[in-house]
């Protein structure tokens, strides 16, 4: 049999009777820890036990600590049979060791039985005065950053021991927290002579000197401490809500499709101007059509937001097989082939041609052609360099010139179209993005207008009653300039 026992938070009032008496009567007892307040008291009682101290001297990480600890306990098991491990406050609280012992004990079929005891969350919240019901959420520091962080429930963070990984802890809570959100610094909570709480601002977390094994934080539930992504949900369950605004209740998926689309391109523009306020700005506008789009979804009955994450997620570990899975890649342009591949099978495509098909018509005509073009470049049909792709251009104005003072307005734009998808394939063979480009060229269209315009007010001119000669004089005196 082994029998598992906690040592209480660290007020020797704290121990059970029950297994003080354990303690005293076992031959073969061990510590995970010897740095615990009760140790002195325990020893006084004449309780002897070994303890697992040097195991973190040993090991590169706690888990291989724990799993040492684990596995040397029931090695002894099986000569010693009779066995009593101990560990700080209650064996089921934040205590890996004894969940990897319990894991053993039930794969080799070994007797256990756990002892209860009072867990230095019970010490904590009884010296907070803190009522569990009202919602509490117990994290481990070292395990903090696979945690989700939420406002709405209390939060105590365990085994803050010592200044780095208060440190770290402080860094992780800053990505939800406010820098001067107000916490509870708690150290040996209960124990009389060496309990000590006081209230900081979570920037000084890592400045406290009385760090150590004993130390814990809190942070008290504050609804408007921050906004997160359910607050974002639920003001659009607000504005879509029977009494909710007028405008947003008319909407649905087809008529805000012109916003998501207009709000994609300012989120463009922001990254343009390397404005990183303006950016933070118009993603919130993006992702606020993808919670809009989803609350119509909700409320037909189709999806909700929970289903378009899903649906993002597995898409994202399906094509990271190189991350997920156990396929190997050299570089990124083999990740790319992958990508291609698995969104091939995702798809069902059936040829080639329904991978040009599946180019969105919607897109920008320039940004299509050039998503068209490197589709069937893919599988070679492409030019072999950039000259004959720009003889094809001459070749497409050359046949534009011949139709265009016809009637035959259907065929004049199919030329002009053919022009414009050969200067898009140039772009592509120099590795050109046609939509900058083109956009490039049109801010120097409107600063050589806005040149030629400002010049004509110094003269007293309007442009209406300029000559083209006149305004054409002034555009190539912009081009020099």
Not at 125 to 134: A, G, Q
Not at 178 to 194: N, P
Not at 442 to 450: L, M, T, Y
Request: with cysteine; proline share 3%; aromatic share 8%.
């Amino acid at each position: 049999m082994i029998k598992i026992v906690g040592l209480g938070p660290g007020a020797k009032e704290a121990l059970t009777i029950g297994t003080l008496e354990l303690l005293k009567d076992s031959e073969n007892v061990f510590f995970r820890t010897e740095k615990h307040p009760n140790v002195e008291y325990l020893k006084s009682l004449g309780v002897n036990f070994n303890s697992y101290d040097s195991a973190y001297e040993n090991s590169e990480s706690f888990d291989e600590v724990y799993k040492s600890i684990a596995d040397d306990i029931i090695n002894k098991h099986n000569s010693l049979k009779d066995i009593v491990y101990a560990v700080p406050g209650h064996p089921l609280v934040a205590e890996n060791s004894v969940t990897l012992l319990i894991e053993k004990c039930e794969e080799l079929k070994i007797d256990y039985e756990i002892l209860p005891a009072v867990s230095f969350v019970d010490a904590v919240m009884e010296s907070l005065k803190l009522d569990p019901i009202n919602g509490i959420k117990i994290i481990d520091a070292f395990d903090i950053k696979n945690q989700i962080l939420d406002k709405r429930v209390g939060l105590i963070i365990t085994q803050v021991y010592n200044k780095f990984i208060a440190s770290e802890t402080k860094l992780a809570l800053l990505e939800y927290y406010k820098d001067e959100t107000e916490i509870y610094f708690v150290r040996a909570a209960g124990v009389k002579g060496l309990e000590s709480i006081r209230k900081i601002k979570l920037y000084e977390l890592d400045r406290q000197e009385d760090i150590d094994y004993l130390t814990s934080i809190y942070i008290p539930k504050k609804l408007d401490e921050v906004k997160d992504f359910y607050d974002l949900l639920n003001i659009m369950d607000t504005l879509r809500s029977e009494d909710g605004c007028p405008w947003d209740l008319e909407q649905n998926h087809k008529s805000l499709k012109r916003c998501l689309i207009e709000e994609t391109y300012e989120v463009i523009e922001a990254i343009d101007e390397e404005d990183d306020i303006k950016l933070t700005e118009e993603l919130g506008d993006v992702l606020l059509q993808v919670v809009f789009h989803s609350q119509i979804g909700k409320e037909d009955g189709y999806f909700n937001i929970n289903d378009v994450i899903e649906s993002i997620c597995n898409k994202m570990i399906n094509r990271h097989p190189h991350i997920f899975s156990n396929v190997n890649v050299k570089n990124s342009e083999e990740v790319l082939k992958n990508w291609d591949e698995i969104k091939k099978e995702e798809k069902k495509y059936k040829s080639y041609t329904d991978e040009l098909i599946s180019v969105p018509k919607v897109l920008p005509a320039l940004l299509r052609a050039d998503k068209v073009q490197c589709k069937a470049a893919k599988v070679g049909f492409d030019w072999a360099d950039v000259k004959p792709a720009m003889d094809k251009v001459i070749e497409e104005l050359n046949e534009v010139k011949d139709v265009y003072n016809g009637e035959n307005r259907s065929r004049i734009l199919e030329e002009v179209g053919d022009l414009i998808f050969a200067a898009v394939n140039v772009a592509r063979l120099l590795d050109i993005d046609p939509e900058i480009a083109l956009n490039y060229t049109i801010d120097k269209f409107i600063n050589r207008f806005k040149f030629i315009e400002e010049c004509a007010i110094k003269k007293g001119l309007d442009l209406l009653d300029m000559t083209l000669e006149e305004m054409d004089e002034l555009w190539e005196e912009a081009k020099r300039m």
